[in-house]
């Protein structure tokens, strides 16, 4: 036999007893993977873009509690940082911070500090925003990628018994969250 032919049967010889099969040699390495899975998130300001949304009454007559007179808008700017999620839409939690809820004709609305006298809120479709429920936002395109807009309720001063009022000034407050839900 040829020196060449030799050297060649020697390699297939070697590949076959020490190559690919049984005596493969592995290497083995863990691998941990981490990530957060994060809800998009909605900012909700003022419609002067501050922290704070104030609603001012100034003087309503006691006999126009639960008219037109009694009522005013309130504005916020609601700025989402991705459209909603497959399956999910926009909405919002209106939380009193003081006072709480009272009743006005068999539902809830925003207790004010004026025993008797709440405060009912109302979206732009005149569809009720019961405080402590969550309810759907209107007047925010959620279609786009980035969605923003404002959101206008009415807040309108109810009673259920004008005269137990008495002529006075009176305060409420709450705050307003938004998301996917």
């Excluded at 609603?55 to 639960?66: S, Y």
């Excluded at 007179?69 to 999620?85: E, G, K």
């Amino acid at each position: 036999m040829s020196r060449k032919y030799q050297l060649i049967s020697g390699l297939m010889a070697a590949l076959l007893l020490f190559g690919p099969g049984e005596h493969d040699a592995y290497a083995d390495v863990n691998i941990t993977i981490r990530g957060t899975i994060i809800e998009p998130t909605c900012s909700v300001t003022g419609a002067d873009g501050g922290t704070r949304t104030e609603v001012n009454f100034g003087n309503v007559p006691l006999n126009a509690v639960g008219t037109d007179q009694a009522r005013q808008p309130l504005r916020m700017n609601v700025t989402c940082d991705s459209a909603p999620p497959s399956g999910k839409t926009l909405k919002m939690y209106v939380k009193p911070v003081s006072n709480g809820t009272m009743s006005y004709s068999g539902r809830t609305v925003l207790g004010t500090s004026m025993a008797g006298l709440g405060i009912d809120l109302t979206d732009e479709s005149s569809v009720v925003v019961t405080p402590e429920t969550w309810v759907p936002v209107h007047g925010v395109d959620t279609g786009v990628a980035l969605p923003t807009g404002v959101v206008t309720l009415q807040a309108t001063l109810v009673s259920d018994d004008v005269s137990v009022l008495t002529a006075d000034t009176f305060t409420s407050s709450a705050s307003v969250l938004m998301t996917y839900q």
